[in-house]
């Protein structure tokens, strides 16, 4: 029988793991300089601390793991026939696989809190799991890049963070557009429109007006109840354009008789004018109707969009008031971004934007000739090697034709043969593979020749 792998599950080659390690390493060199930390939590976690934190519908989507030795001992038959699997799990699983970076890293901070100097930059690059209907680009398994500053209120972390966003999509190459809003900007809204208890429906509805149209959200806020006057007075704040400054200007206005809304236009007016003198190589734009995780978020809220590739949000992230408090540590203000490596993985691949020295792995392969010329090329593979140039020796005696297969299916770029007559001048010859030219010259010559060729 064919082996196989569990579905919403992949296998990575090396050329895809060369680019996602790209990917990741430049995130962790950008978070890095910013003064963040890495730490890393275990892939299981007791279901006390999982259950309860993502809903009803994120429960269900919790890998849950069976005891260990026997999971029935202490479950009577009758629980065993009921046919209540939440129910009968909670009897038999006490783990279950991360659902997400947060709420691990919420309880790691409650539980190392004695030890933590605040605030605390924490990044973590780990795979979490869901057991949701795996589709295209969805899956079961995947990565989260997370950066969060827990234990301050200072706005100049939401500035920091969109400094990190600018910085890793420049680095990469992409050109993006970052987007920023304010929960409490859409909280002033649903008061000034008369439906403050209908916030979520209406930030939920006007966060799909990309998908769905203008015609669209209407026709959800009206299924949700809310009035048609509501609707009305919401149209012009949907529709709103202009610069930033004018945005910020107008909607002051709108929310003039709103303590909170105000609060919200005076955070992102500090954000965005802080960010002036940043010189960001990334447009910043102010989008009202952005309104992402909002039984999350207070504050701040971000997402991130590749301006030359259709493709969902890439980054996002936001202000929250109170990751702890799930875990009896109330009031620790954070905040915090993701990146999502699976879909700028897909950008970087559709605008092939991966520089050669990041995919390519050996760049020079020695020819086996057989044991004596392998012996003289041993410790020229040596000096290779100390210089930071990664080479390999072919480990049989093979025909040639077959070694400059395989140096051409691994794309190795040079090949160094080594026979009778470059032994007795002590010397090799270097072939470029991509352009077929050949030189004879000294190991140190070798060395130095490829060190130019890839800086």
Known sequence: MKPNIPKGTRDFSPMEMAKRNYIFDTIREVYALYGFQQIETPAME???????????????????????????????DEELTSRQPLKLASRICEKGLRYDLTVPFARYVVMHREELQLPFK?????????????????????????????????????????????TVFSRLGIRVMIKINNRKILTGIAEVIGEADKI?????????????????????????????????????????????EEKLTTIAEVLAQSETGLKGVEEVRTILDTLKNCGLKNEIELDLTLARGLNYYTGAIFEVKALDVQIGSITGGGRYDNLTGIFGMPGLSGVGISFGADRIFDVLNTLDLYPKEAVAATQVLFINFGEREVAYCMPIAGKCRAEGISCEIFPDKAKMKKQMAYANAKGIRFVALAGDNEMAENKVTLKNMTTGEQQLVTPEEMVQFILKIED
């Open 46 to 76: 007791t279901l006390q601390t999982l259950m309860g934190k993502y809903g009803e519908e994120g429960d269900k989507l919790l890998f849950k793991v069976l005891n260990s030795g026997d999971f029935t001992a202490k479950v009577s």
């Open 122 to 166: 924490r990044y973590q690059i780990q795979p979490v799991w869901r057991a949701d209907r795996p589709q295209k680009g969805r899956y079961r398994e995947f990565y989260q890049c997370d950066a969060d500053i827990v234990g301050s209120d200072s706005l100049l972390n939401e500035v920091e963070l969109m400094q990190i966003i600018d």
């Open 200 to 244: 979520v429906d209406i930030t939920v509805a006007i966060d799909k007006l990309d998908k769905i149209g203008l015609e669209g959200v209407n026709a959800e806020l009206a299924a949700d109840g809310i009035s048609q006057e509501a609707i009305d007075k919401l149209q012009p704040i949907i529709a709103l354009s202009g610069s930033n």
